[in-house]
């Protein structure tokens, strides 16, 4: 046996090149000579050094999505949806300073903005941000940022996000969306007037429920730094193969957006005329609360997500999730099969039954993440769930 060195000398040569990104998990790039470092570390060559710092699947995953996003500086790919919201607050505020957030943000973030940032010393407040006046009466003079979510989870309701980005501009604050609802399909937030866009990747970008990962970036070179070197430090690094997964799930968004769009659109008018259903909730239907803002702020999009409530409280939403078997209830969004969430048990349970009521969230409240299923095998699949509720009046 011919024995070498630990170290292979690389891929084959081949004339021709892979029309697929490599997955590359090395976690550490040998340099030719420390002169060669320097250049590296100086900006004058490109390359890597090591894993956590940055690898070639992050970035290309975080250039596709710059491109989505129209981003005007870099993004960078961090390890999941909430890194992505922590590399925002704790990279950018100091001890000392106040942030606004959305009264109806994800579940985590609300938690940051509850217990995580007062810990810190940052302070905070919950405003409505479909009301830009209630986002203005909440600034003070250290306060940093307003992070919003252009379609709210579970009641979906639209952000008044271009009269919150005038507040933003007036007061000398930073705007913050989240864009992981709506995706740069419905809304560029870097258009109107976001200072840093931020998703969370496992949703509709990755789409199929098998990766954890975050994105975020800045319209400031210094901010999209300042994030960059918290992430790094503390971290929050993707793995290659999430971001090769990630790249390949983006490759199909468009069509899965789409597609999961229009039975979106059809579920929710199906529901709405169903006896057991008191109330339908999807951006483009008429009786839409923020109809004529979401036309707007969506260009026409609808986005993905449908809710709707049930006459009859917990007993009926036992009885239709098991009668909707075949529809996953649990708590992801954005992927190829639809999902159900039902708020009271799960996202919202830490909420009094009378806050989930001031959301207009009752027993009877589901929130629909639509698939690419069949739109007709997906309404009998609900219609199930249906006549086992009715089964038990
Ligand atoms: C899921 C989600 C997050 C958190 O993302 P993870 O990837 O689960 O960490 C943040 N914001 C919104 C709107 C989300 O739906």
């Known amino acids: 046996m011919k024995r070498t060195l630990m170290r292979p000398g690389g891929m084959p040569d081949s004339a021709s090149a892979p029309v697929v990104t490599p997955l590359m998990p090395s976690v550490a790039y040998a340099s030719d000579t420390p002169d060669r470092l320097d250049d590296q570390y100086e900006g004058r060559a490109a390359g890597y050094t090591y894993a956590r710092e940055g690898h070639p699947n992050a970035d290309v995953l975080a250039r596709r999505i710059?491109?989505?996003?129209?981003?005007?500086?870099?993004?960078?790919?961090?390890?999941?949806g909430m890194a992505a919201v922590t590399a925002v607050l704790l990279g950018l505020c100091k001890t000392g300073d106040h942030v606004i957030g959305g009264d109806q943000l994800y579940g985590r973030s609300l938690r940051m903005m509850r217990e995580d940032l007062p810990r810190l010393g940052i302070a905070t407040s919950l405003a409505d941000p479909t009301d830009?006046?209630?986002?203005?009466?909440?600034?003070?003079?250290?306060?940093?940022?307003?992070?919003?979510?252009?379609?709210?989870?579970?009641?979906?309701?639209?952000?008044?996000?271009?009269?919150?980005?005038?507040?933003c501009r007036d007061r000398d604050v930073l705007l913050v969306v989240d864009n992981t609802f709506t995706t740069p399909r419905a809304i560029q937030p870097f258009?109107?007037?976001?200072?840093?866009?931020?998703h969370s990747v496992t949703k509709l970008l990755a789409g199929h429920a098998d990766v954890t990962l975050g994105w975020v970036a800045a319209r400031q070179?210094?901010?999209?730094?300042?994030?960059?070197?918290?992430a790094v430090t503390t971290g929050m690094t993707a793995s290659p193969f999430d971001c090769w997964l990630a790249e390949r799930g983006l490759m199909s968004f468009e069509l899965r957006f789409d597609r999961a769009e229009?039975?979106?659109a059809r579920l929710a008018d199906h529901l709405?005329?169903?006896?057991?259903?008191?109330?339908?909730?999807?951006?483009?239907?008429?009786?839409?609360?923020?109809?004529a803002r979401a036309q707007g702020v969506l260009q026409g999009h609808g986005c993905n997500m449908v809710s709707f409530e049930l006459e009859g409280g917990r007993a009926a939403a036992n009885a239709f999730t098991q009668g909707a078997h075949q529809i996953a209830f649990a708590p992801t969004l954005g992927d190829v099969g639809t999902t159900l969430s039902h708020p009271a048990s799960s996202s919202h349970r830490a909420l009094t039954a009378q806050s989930r009521a001031a959301l207009g969230m009752s027993e009877g409240f589901f929130r629909v993440s639509v698939g690419l299923e069949d739109p007709e095998a997906l309404i009998a699949a609900f219609d199930a769930g249906l006549a086992a509720v009715a089964a038990t009046k």
């Open 66 to 80: 710059d491109a989505m996003e129209g981003a005007p500086h870099p993004g960078v790919v961090v390890g999941s």
């Open 132 to 167: 830009a006046a209630a986002i203005a009466a909440a600034v003070r003079p250290n306060t940093r940022l307003v992070l919003i979510e252009v379609v709210s989870n579970p009641t979906l309701r639209i952000a008044d996000i271009d009269g919150i980005a005038q507040v």
């Open 191 to 198: 258009e109107h007037g976001a200072d840093v866009v931020l």
């Open 221 to 230: 070179a210094e901010q999209a730094k300042m994030m960059y070197d918290f």
């Open 262 to 264: 229009a039975t979106a």
């Open 272 to 291: 709405a005329g169903q006896p057991l259903v008191k109330r339908v909730l999807f951006p483009t239907r008429p009786d839409h609360p923020d109809r």
